[in-house]
């Protein structure tokens, strides 16, 4: 994690820029972690899949994660999900060690529209406080070292994934107290994001 690119936060725009860049690397983090599930555990799921796709009716079976649902899709090979509502869906609860699969593509998913958001509060409302000094952050207390995940055993992964997200939400609830007197509308975005990292903690 050291070397992914994460910027010394010198500035208020250096701190969105290192927040954007956590989010992406927790995103593509998820997707590896997913992978030593092995091969077997993505076959399987992506069989599943497919058969949940020929549902007689087109009825659909969901994912009951986060306190949301989750419908699964294949997307050119790739197991994704879209979020939708309980209605004329069919709940399948035992997914066995494939959950864990399902589970760490799910939080993929969503660090990847955490950056988004992040990405569209710098463009859209911060021009302005950018520049701003800081100086009571530092960025190695956020850092993780990850290492090769994919060579971890899925418990070792999610073991690692806890850990950075136990990090990501210290440096949400620090960055939160910080960005008061800045930018009250990003203090508040952080907020929200360090209570999202509780909620995937408790799902790891």
């Keep these: 994690m050291k070397d992914a690119g994460f910027p010394e936060i010198k500035t208020f725009g250096a701190?969105?820029?290192?927040?954007?860049?956590?989010?992406?690397?927790?995103?593509s983090t998820y997707a590896r972690v997913a992978e030593t599930g092995g091969?077997?555990?993505m076959k399987q799921a992506l069989n599943e899949l497919e058969k949940?796709?020929?549902?007689?009716?087109?009825?659909?079976r969901l994912l009951p994660l986060f306190g949301e649902l989750w419908v699964p899709?294949?997307?050119g090979g790739n197991l994704c999900f879209r979020q939708d509502s309980a209605e004329d869906c069919i709940f399948r609860q035992d997914f066995g060690e494939r959950r864990k699969v399902y589970t760490f593509l799910c939080l993929k998913e969503k660090h990847a529209k955490r950056k988004a958001r992040l990405e569209e509060a710098l463009r859209l409302k911060l021009n302005?406080?950018?520049i701003e000094p800081v100086s009571s952050l530092n960025r190695d207390e956020y850092l993780?070292?990850?290492?090769?995940?994919t060579r971890k055993s899925m418990d070792?992964?999610?073991?690692l994934m806890r850990k950075l997200e136990e990090k990501s939400q210290k440096f949400y609830t620090d960055s939160a107290a910080y960005s008061e007197p800045i930018a009250r509308e990003v203090m508040r975005l952080f907020q929200r994001m360090?209570?999202?990292?509780?909620?995937?903690?408790s799902k790891l």
Excluded at 156 to 159: D, F, I, R, S
Excluded at 194 to 201: H, P, Q
Aim: glycine share 10%; charged share 30%; net charge negative.
């Design 52 to 60: 949940i796709h020929q549902n007689v009716g087109g009825a659909r």
């Design 128 to 130: 302005e406080v950018t």
């Design 194 to 201: 360090a209570k999202e990292n509780g909620k995937y903690l």
């Design 144 to 149: 993780v070292e990850i290492g090769d995940i």
């Design 156 to 159: 070792e992964a999610k073991g």
């Design 73 to 75: 899709h294949i997307i």
């Design 15 to 27: 701190l969105m820029r290192f927040a954007i860049t956590l989010e992406e690397y927790c995103e």
């Design 39 to 41: 091969p077997d555990a």
